[in-house]
């Protein structure tokens, strides 16, 4: 039962999983980068740790445009959960517009790309998100809250963009409250996320950290 709470947060992860700031500067697009995330999936009482990896693989070209390729692997309760993501900068913000399971050179365009980050990030802007996994469907209203929050992470400062998610994840014939709040830095993307949700009267948070090279 534990392993059934762990894949719905997992898919909520990936899923969703940026005043003159450009909200291109908050995805990282160097080829070869990879960002690793430690952090614990907490149900009820019951505590395990999960992980995540971001790298940043060679631009995937199409109809004359570039989009930037994460493969992003989670790992929870003994549970892999591996994607490629493809994100397109367009005039009023930064789009996920292709997803696979299997292979970065063969992307599933999305019928509705949905927005990441507006540009330009202004506190108080708002935007849905909609995305769709086999049976599992994702409705999020995304609400940037500030755009220079301090975050201090191992003896570090970073000015930080704050965005508060909330809708429904459904699975299984389950509309599951959802909760997501992530602070994003320039260059590194997002650095921490909390992801809450109650499923079957348990509540279910999950939590991850960037972890920062010394």
């Given amino acids: 039962m534990k392993l059934f709470y762990s894949c719905l947060v997992v898919g909520v992860l990936i899923c969703i999983g940026i005043t003159g700031i450009h909200a291109a500067d908050y995805l990282v697009t160097e080829t070869g980068k990879i960002l690793t995330y430690s952090g614990q999936i907490k149900i009820e009482d019951d505590v395990k740790d999960m992980s995540m990896t971001i790298e940043v693989l060679e631009p995937y070209e199409r109809d004359e445009m570039k989009w930037t390729v994460h493969k992003v692997e989670v790992n929870s309760a003994g549970q892999k ?125 999950a939590e991850l950290n960037l972890v920062l090279n010394p």
């Avoid at 995305?131 to 755009?147: C, P």
């Avoid at 400062?157 to 965005?163: D, G, P, R």
């Avoid at 993307?189 to 509540?203: A, P």
């Fill in 81 to 205: 959960n591996l994607q490629f993501k493809f994100y397109e900068i367009r005039e009023d913000g930064i789009y996920c517009v292709a997803e696979s399971k299997k292979s970065e050179e063969k992307p599933d365009v999305l019928d509705k790309p949905y927005m990441v980050l507006p540009i330009p990030p202004q506190t108080e802007k708002s935007w849905k998100i909609e995305t769709k996994e086999g049976s599992k469907k994702t409705k999020l209203t995304s609400v940037i809250q500030a755009v220079d929050v301090k975050l201090e992470k191992d003896d570090r400062t970073f000015n930080t963009i704050h965005i508060i998610s909330e809708g429904t994840a459904s699975a299984f014939g389950m509309d599951i409250p959802t909760k997501r709040e992530s602070w994003h830095t320039k260059e590194l993307g997002m650095i921490r996320q909390v992801t809450t949700q109650v499923i079957m009267s348990k509540k279910t948070t």
